[in-house]
C-alpha cells in the first residue's frame, strides 16, 4: 500500500505490510516456506537468516508502522530482539543505563552477560529523570526504559529521557510490550528504538514466540548487523501468524485495556486485596504522567492481597482465569512474578524492585468483566474458608 502514515490504525493492522495474491487473488498475504532462493540476476538475495524472505520483509513495514518508525526488524522471540539490539549499540568499554524495575530476562541477560563483553552498566535507584542524568558517564551510549514496568507497572517519563539523552548524544531505546503500539509511541516524545515482545500483545493468542524492533533506516541497518550473524530470526510460518494476529490488534487491546481498568477499580475497592498496580487508578503514583503518554492504559495490572492469603491457592482455586506463564493473550491469566518472570533475579533483587512473593500479576482478557469478577470472588471464599 502506498504510505502508512495517511491511515488509521485499523487500516495498518489490516493492510500494510500485506503481500498481494498475484496468482490466485486471495484475500490474505500467500506463505513462502521456502528457505532457499534464486541467487542470480535477481535484486535481493533472499535468506532465511538475513531477516528478508517476502513475509519476513512485508511484515518488518507493518511493524514500521505501528510504531511511526522508518524501519522494523522481527525476531524469534522477544529476548531474542532487546539482547540484539543492546549488544549492536553496545562494545566493551561503553556503559548502559537501565531503569530500576525491569523485565526478569532483560535484567537476567544484563547482569550474567554484560561483564563477559566488558560492558558496563548501572541500574537507577528511582525512576526520576535526576536518577538517569546522575549516572550519566563519558562513556554512556544507551538509556534503557521500560514503560508500564513489568510487574508493577511504573510509569517512566519518556519524554524527559528522551531530552536528556539528546544533550548528551545518547541513544534511547524501550521496551514497549506492556503498553503496545496501540496505548502508546514512545518516537512521539522522542525514544529511538522500540522493541517489544510480540509474543504478547501483537501475537496476541498465546501460540506465538516473536520480538519486534522499530527505528530508523540507519539503526535498524546497525541492529541488522548484528543479527544476521546471531541468527536470531524467526520462521516463515510464525511470520505469516503473527501477520494473521496483528490485523485485530486494535480491536483486542481496546477492549483488554477496558476491561483492566473495570477490573483494577473493583480491585482497589475490595476488603481482602492490599494494594493494586495499575497506571489507569487515580492512586497510582505516576497517573497524570501516564494520562499523557498513554492513549488508554493498557490490559495489564498487578495487585497484592491481604497478608493471610496464599496467593498461590487463589490462583489455583480460580476456574475461569488460567494461572498461566505468559501474557496478553485474549484469556484472561494471572501468575506470581516470584516464581516465574522475575524468579532470576533472587529474594533481595526482587525486595529491592518492590515484587513480595504475594504480588499477583493480572494480564486481563476479552471476556466479560462480570465473569472475571465471579471467578475472583469465588476463588477468594474458597481460600479464606
Known sequence: MGTSNKYGINTICTHVGEIKDEQFKGAISPLYMSTSYNFDNVDVKRYPRYFNTPNQEALCKKIAALEKMEAGLIFGSG?????????????????????????????????????????????????????????IRNNTKVIFIETPSNPLMKIVDMKA???????????TMIDNTFASPI??????????????????????????????VAASEEHVQRIWSLAKNLGGSLSDFTVWMLERSLKTMNLRVKRQSKNALKMAKYLENHNLIEKVYYPGLKSHDNYELAKKQMKYFGGMLSFELKEHIDSMDFQRNLNLIKPSMSLAGVESTMLSPSQTSHALLGPEARDEQGIKDGLVRFSVGIEETKDLIEDIEQSLKKVIQ
Open 161 to 171: 529521557v528522551a531530552d536528556l539523552a539528546k544533550n548528551y548524544d545518547i541513544i
Open 183 to 212: 496505548n502508546q509511541t514512545p518516537v512521539d516524545f522522542g525514544i529511538q528504538v522500540v522493541i517489544h515482545s510480540a509474543t504478547k500483545y501483537m501475537g496476541g493468542h498465546s501460540d506465538i514466540l516473536a520480538g519486534v
Open 79 to 135: 529476548m531474542a530482539a532487546i539482547s540484539t539490539t543492546l549488544l549492536a549499540f553496545l562494545k566493551k568499554g561503553d556503559h548502559v543505563i537501565l531503569q530500576e524495575t525491569l523485565y526478569g530476562g532483560t535484567y537476567n541477560f544484563v547482569v550474567e552477560e554484560f561483564d563477559k563483553f566488558g560492558i558496563e552498566y548501572t541500574f537507577t535507584k528511582s525512576l526520576a529523570i535526576e536518577d538517569f542524568n546522575s549516572e
